[in-house]
């Protein structure tokens, strides 16, 4: 089909090659060979007038027309796969769709491996591909390569409808024999103590607790850094180290392994952690119902604070969740 003398399947083509700036990746992508890619790539550089993409030394790159056409391609090609999922109803219990959903390891561990259990209970066909937040994760939603983002509201991506799903706070961890006495730790034995602590990408992302407390004037010395939050308790187990972790992962790894949960001196705002989904999948019914069970598990988590004593404690949330 053609729409102003252009061929409509090239679409598909001039977003695989946009994306992966090479006629031989965007040949895999697509399951073609690359003699026919190749073709492809001619017709569109005839149809458009430009080389979108050009040979500079051993890499190629985009033209400026090429860079200008990643996001109105993307968004054609999203709005196209919209009204070809469009159906009159949505069944879970007989659905095969494939999500793919990126999130902190955190959100995984206390909240998706719960999603998970319900949908293979309600949906057991529909399969799930958890991804590990990125610095591309808001390109990768923009893109359309996930339906779904989980991540604090102040990472949500603009232009992206977002809904909130629960919060946390911070606790402080040791190991159960750690040589601190008492049930609390003071604001002293805080910064005099070696951390575990959480970065990714190299340091190029840090927690949230690391941002608010590196606003202050003391530092934290962190001696070890862990690629995720579920590893840190392991780090601490056998040493007289402290690390700070969101008071429901703490609660959860403290039932599994021997470490003592205290109240954080240092006052961290609370987060909140909310989904995200592409604009152009607003009535997708698959999304919609996946939505749904996200919303109806966040409700059901058991709200979290932590007592005058410094041990942690839960309590069920009300009916409207544990944000209140």
Known sequence: MRFNKLDLNQLVVLDAILSTRSVGRAAERLFLSQPATSCSLARL?????????????KTQILTPLATELIKPVRDVLLQVQTITRARPTFDPATSTRRFTIESSDYVISVFLSEVVRQAAKLAPLMQFDLRALSPQSPEHLEGGEVELLIAPEFNTVPGHPAERLFEDTFSCLVCADHPMKGSTVTVDQYFESAHVGVEWAGGRRVTYDALMISTGTRVRRQDVISPTFTLVPELLVGT?????????????MAQRL???????????????????????????????????????????????????????????????????
């Open 45 to 57: 550089r005839e149809y458009f007038e430009d080389e979108l993409l050009v040979p500079v030394g």
């Open 258 to 324: 021997p470490l003592r949960i205290l109240a954080c001196p240092i006052k961290i705002p609370k987060f909140v952690e909310k989904v995200q989904w592409h604009k152009y999948q607003e009535r997708d019914p698959a999304i919609s119902w996946l939505r749904t069970l996200l919303r109806d598990t966040a409700r059901a988590l058991p709200a979290v604070e932590l007592t005058g004593t410094g041990t942690a404690s839960a309590k069920r949330a009300s009916r409207r969740g544990a944000t209140g």
């Open 240 to 252: 007289s180290r402290i690390a700070t972790l969101p008071t429901r992962l703490a609660l959860k």
